[in-house]
């Protein structure tokens, strides 16, 4: 189960931080967002072992994933953030690392939505 949280709105420039806390550990844990009409996009993904990560060509440099292994939750900090940012935020999750990480369909335990909004 994961529970996702720290959506808000924020301007152009700004910072939010999303919180997602999982009830144990799992292979990998990942950040996709849907913005309004549009498909959902892969944003950032870490391998809960090691602390790898992937990012989407279009917040790398500005978002940074990570864990905090005694509390069992994925962090996503967002910085410089762009009214393209604007869009639910879902975290998933899977047992095992894929190549295929940036799939949703790869994601077998998703969050609730929390939504991000930026304002310009």
């Known amino acids: 189960q994961l529970q996702a949280s720290g959506g808000g709105l924020a301007q152009a420039g700004g910072s939010l931080r999303l919180s997602c806390a999982a009830s144990?550990?799992?292979?990998?844990m990942g950040w996709f967002r849907q913005a309004p009409g549009k498909e959902r996009e892969f944003v950032a993904v870490?391998?809960?072992?090691?602390?790898?990560?992937r990012y989407a060509d279009s917040v790398k440099g500005r978002f940074t994933i990570s864990r905090d292994i005694a509390k069992v939750t994925v962090y996503l900090q967002m910085n410089s953030l762009k009214p393209e940012d604007t869009a639910v935020y879902y975290c998933?999750?899977?047992?095992?690392?894929?190549?295929?990480?940036?799939?949703?369909?790869?994601?077998?335990?998703w969050g609730q939505g929390t939504l991000v909004t930026v304002s310009s």
């Open positions: 144990s550990r799992t292979g990998v």
């Open positions: 870490i391998r809960w072992g090691d602390g790898n990560t």
């Open positions: 998933a999750a899977r047992p095992i690392y894929s190549v295929r990480y940036y799939d949703s369909e790869q994601y077998n335990i």
